[in-house]
C-alpha cells in the first residue's frame, strides 16, 4: 500500500469518528446548556470541528494529487519499509500488527490477571512471556531478570511509596 | 528578600540536595541509554514524586532533564547513536573523536559546553522570568484564550510534516483534555457513563503511554527476536592528551559556547522549536564562522561546544514561556508543567506571587543542578559510558514494566494502567502515521485552561462576540494565530510542490537516460 492510500484510508477514518462525535457522543454526554457562560459542549464541538476540518482539507489535498495525477515524490510512490533513521526524528513507517500484538496482548492479559491472581504470579508470568517475545532464549537470565524486577518493584511500592501492589497478595 | 532567602535555603536542605542530586545522576544515565530522552523519564518518574514536597519534586525533574540532555550525548559520541534527538550533531564530530581513541576528550568537552550553557540560560530565565511575569499579570482571560490558541498551532507543526495533522492531534489532545467534570455545570462531560472519567483522565498514565510506552513499542519492533545485544566495546586511548581537555582547548571555543548558549536562549525561549532546532542551528553558525571549517565533520571540538551548549541552554530557557505565561514551550516544559498541576500548582504569571518562596527555590535547585552535572559528570563520566552497553534483554523489560507500574502508582488504580495502554496503543499509531504526539499531549495539558479562559471571556462580556476587537493585544495575539496556520500550510504547499517538481525532474532525467 502506498502512502498515499494509507493516509487516505486514516482520514476517512477520522472523518467517520469525528460525525460520531458530533451526532451521537457530545450530544449524548454532554451537560445541559445551564443558561450562563459557554455551553459545555461548545469546546468539544470546536476541537472535533478542528479535526473534521482538517481531515477534509487533507482529503481534498490527497484528492487533487491523485486525480491530477501528479508524479508524487519518492517516499509516496512505494510505501517504505522504514523510513526512520538512527537519530529518532521521524518514525514513520509500515505498521507491524503481529509485533504490536505480541507485545499488547500480554500487557492486557496483565491487567486482567493481576486482579486474580496476583501481583507476584501475574508479573513473573508478564516478564516471562516478554523477553521471550523480545527475543531472549536464555532461560536462566530469563527468570532471574523476572524475579529480580517483580521483586524490586513490589519492595519499592510496598515499601518505598507504602502503596499496596494490585490484586490479591500470596505474603500477606 | 526574606522569601528569596528563606526559598535559597529550602533548596539546599539535605531532601532537596539528595533527590537533585539523584534527578541529575539518574537524568545522565538515562540519557546516555540509546531511546530513552528526557521528557519519556519525567514521565516515567513522575509518579514517584507524589511523595515528595512541590520544591523537592520540581527540583528532582528539572535535575532528571538537565542530567538527559547531557547523557544524550554519551551514547551519541561514543556510538553515532543519538541517546536524544538534540544530540545528534554532538555524534557528527564526536564519534570521529572516539575513533581516534579521543572520546573521553570529545565527552569533556560535551560536558563543560553543557554545563556552561545550562549556567548562562539559567542565569537568564532567573533575571527577566520574574519581571516578565509581572507584566503578563496585566494580561486577563481574552488574552490567555488568544495566547494558547497561538501556541497551540505554533506547536502543532512539531513532530509532524504536515500542519492539518498536527492541528487535527492537537484537536484530539483537546478532546480528550476536556473528558470530566465540566467547569460551569460541575456534571460529568464525555464520560460515556465510566465512573473513572469523573475527575478526567490523569496526565500521567497518558503522558507515560504517548511518551514511553509507544517509543519503546517502537524500538522492540527493530529488535524484537533478534535477541538484541550489545555494542563493541569501545576504546580510549591511554594517552593524557588524549583523555583530558586542556584550558587551551577550552578557552580557544568559548566564543562558539557562548554563541551556542545565547541560540540555545532564543530558541528555547520561543514555543515549539526545542533544542534539536538550536543545536543544528549552533553547529551551522558555528562551522559558517570557524577558522577551522574543514575540520567539522572529522572531529572538531568546536562542533561539539556549538551543539552541546545550544541544547543544553533550552532546558532553562524552555521555562520562560512556562514560568511567565503558563504556556509550554517543549515536551520537557509541558510534563514540568504537569508536575506542577499535580503538585496543586497552575504554572503561569501567578506562580511569582502566590508561591514566591517555592519559585526561588526551584531558582536556587537550578543552579545547584548545574553545578551536580558538573560534578557527576566529571567524576561519573567513564562509568556513564557503560550505560551505553546495558543489555537489550534487560532494559526493555524493565521500561515496560516500569510504565505499567509507574501508571499504577499514581492512584492505586488498575484503570490507569489501562489508560496508559490505551494512550501507548495509539501513540504507535501516532507516531507510524506521522501525527504529532507533541501536540496531542500540549492540547491536553492545556485545554482546562483555554477553556477556563474561554468561559470567562464569554460571561465578563456577557456573550458579546467582539470582546476580543475591544482587547488590542488580543486581538494581535488571533490574528497572529491566523497568520501561523496560514503562512504553516503556505510553506508546506509550497515545500510539497517543490518537492513533485524535483520528482517530475528526476523521472524525465531517468526516462531520457533509459
Known amino acids: 500500500m502506498t502512502r498515499i492510500k494509507r493516509d487516505l484510508i486514516a482520514y476517512l477514518l477520522i472523518v467517520g469518528f469525528c460525525i460520531l462525535m458530533l451526532s451521537w457522543a457530545i450530544p449524548e454526554y454532554t451537560p445541559a446548556y445551564p443558561g450562563y457562560g459557554a455551553s459545555p459542549a461548545l469546546m468539544p464541538i470546536v476541537s472535533v470541528g478542528v479535526i473534521l476540518f482538517m481531515a477534509c482539507l487533507s482529503l481534498i489535498f490527497v484528492g487533487v494529487s491523485l486525480y491530477t495525477n501528479k508524479p508524487p515524490p519518492v517516499e509516496e510512490r512505494e510505501f517504505p519499509e522504514d523510513l526512520d533513521d538512527d537519530s529518532g526524528f521521524t518514525q514513520v513507517g509500515r505498521v507491524n500488527l503481529a509485533h504490536l500484538a505480541s507485545i499488547m496482548i500480554p500487557s492486557v492479559l496483565l491487567v486482567v490477571a493481576i486482579e486474580y491472581i496476583g501481583y507476584m504470579l501475574a508479573s513473573f508470568a508478564f516478564l516471562l512471556v516478554l523477553q521471550y517475545v523480545i527475543g531472549s532464549r536464555k532461560w536462566l537470565q530469563t527468570i532471574m531478570v523476572a524475579i529480580i524486577l517483580t521483586a524490586v518493584l513490589y519492595v519499592v511500592m510496598r515499601y518505598g511509596f507504602g502503596v499496596p501492589v494490585p490484586g490479591p497478595q500470596i505474603f500477606e | 528578600m526574606e522569601m528569596i532567602i528563606a526559598g535559597l535555603l529550602d533548596s539546599v536542605s539535605p531532601a532537596s540536595l539528595m533527590f537533585l542530586l539523584v534527578g541529575v545522576g539518574v537524568g545522565v544515565l538515562i540519557g546516555a541509554i540509546p531511546g530513552i530522552n528526557g521528557p519519556m523519564a519525567i514521565a516515567l518518574f513522575i509518579p514517584i514524586t507524589y511523595y515528595m514536597t512541590p520544591l523537592t519534586a520540581i527540583g528532582f525533574l528539572v535535575g532528571l532533564n538537565k542530567g538527559a540532555f547531557f547523557g544524550g550525548a554519551v551514547s551519541a559520541v561514543l556510538l553515532r547513536t543519538p541517546g536524544t534527538p538534540e544530540a545528534a550533531a554532538t555524534s557528527w564530530d564526536g564519534y570521529p573523536l572516539t575513533q581516534q ?33 509581572a507584566v503578563a499579570l496585566f494580561m486577563g482571560p481574552a488574552e490567555i484564550f488568544a495566547l494558547i490558541s497561538v501556541a497551540l498551532t505554533v506547536i502543532a507543526g512539531i513532530g509532524t510534516s504536515s500542519i492539518c495533522r498536527g492541528l487535527m492531534a492537537a484537536g484530539l489532545g483537546i478532546m480528550v483534555g476536556l473528558i470530566g467534570t465540566e467547569p460551569v455545570t460541575a456534571l460529568p462531560r464525555l464520560t460515556f457513563d465510566v465512573y473513572q472519567l469523573g475527575s478526567g483522565l490523569s496526565l500521567i498514565p497518558v503522558a507515560i503511554g504517548l511518551l514511553a510506552f509507544s517509543e519503546i513499542l517502537l524500538q522492540l519492533e527493530k529488535i524484537a527476536g533478534k535477541g538484541g545485544g550489545s555494542h563493541a566495546a569501545i576504546a580510549f586511548s591511554k594517552k593524557l592528551e588524549d583523555r583530558l581537555l586542556s584550558f587551551k582547548e577550552f578557552f580557544s571555543n568559548i566564543k562558539t559556547l557562548l554563541r551556542g548558549s545565547l541560540i540555545g536562549i532564543g530558541v528555547g525561549a520561543m514555543p515549539g522549536l526545542g533544542a534539536p532546532v538550536a543545536s543544528f542551528m549552533s553547529y551551522d553558525q558555528a562551522m559558517k564562522r570557524s577558522k577551522k571549517k574543514e575540520e567539522f565533520g572529522k572531529g572538531s571540538l568546536e562542533g561539539i561546544a556549538a551543539s552541546e551548549s545550544a541544547n543544553s541552554s533550552v532546558v532553562a530557557a524552555s521555562l520562560i514561556p512556562l514560568f511567565v505565561l503558563g504556556i509550554p514551550g ?20 501567578l506562580l511569582f506571587k502566590e508561591n514566591a518562596q517555592l519559585m526561588y527555590g526551584i531558582y536556587g535547585s537550578l543552579l545547584l543542578a548545574s553545578l551536580f552535572l558538573l560534578v557527576i559528570g566529571r567524576f561519573g563520566l567513564r562509568y556513564f559510558c557503560k550505560a551505553v552497553n546495558i543489555p537489550a534483554m534487560i532494559l526493555y523489560p524493565t521500561v515496560v514494566f516500569t510504565c505499567i507500574m509507574g501508571s499504577y502508582l499514581g492512584k492505586s488504580s488498575m484503570f490507569d494502567v489501562g489508560v496508559m495502554l490505551t ?41 458579546d462576540p467582539f470582546m476580543f476587537f475591544q482587547r488590542p493585544v488580543a486581538m494581535v495575539l488571533m490574528a497572529l494565530t491566523l497568520f501561523v496556520i496560514a503562512r504553516t500550510f503556505w510553506v508546506s504547499i509550497n515545500a510539497g510542490r517543490k518537492k513533485r517538481v524535483e520528482a517530475a525532474a528526476a523521472a524525465a532525467g531517468q526516462h531520457k537516460s533509459d
Open chain 2, 101 to 133: 581513541g579521543k572520546g573521553e576528550k570529545a565527552l569533556r568537552m560535551a560536558l563543560y559546553s553543557s554545563v556552561a550553557g545550562d549556567f548562562i540560560s539559567t542565569v537568564v530565565l532567573i533575571v527577566i522570568a520574574a519581571p516578565l511575569a
Open chain 2, 330 to 349: 517543549n515536551l520537557a516544559a509541558a510534563m514540568l508543567m504537569g508536575a506542577f498541576m499535580i503538585h496543586g500548582m497552575q504554572p503561569g504569571p
Open chain 2, 423 to 463: 494512550f501507548g496503543f495509539i501513540g504507535y499509531f501516532m507516531r507510524k502515521f506521522d501525527y504529532s504526539y507533541v501536540a496531542f499531549l500540549i492540547g491536553f495539558i492545556l485545554a482546562p485552561e483555554w477553556e477556563r479562559a474561554l468561559q470567562q471571556v464569554v460571561i465578563i462580556s456577557e456573550h
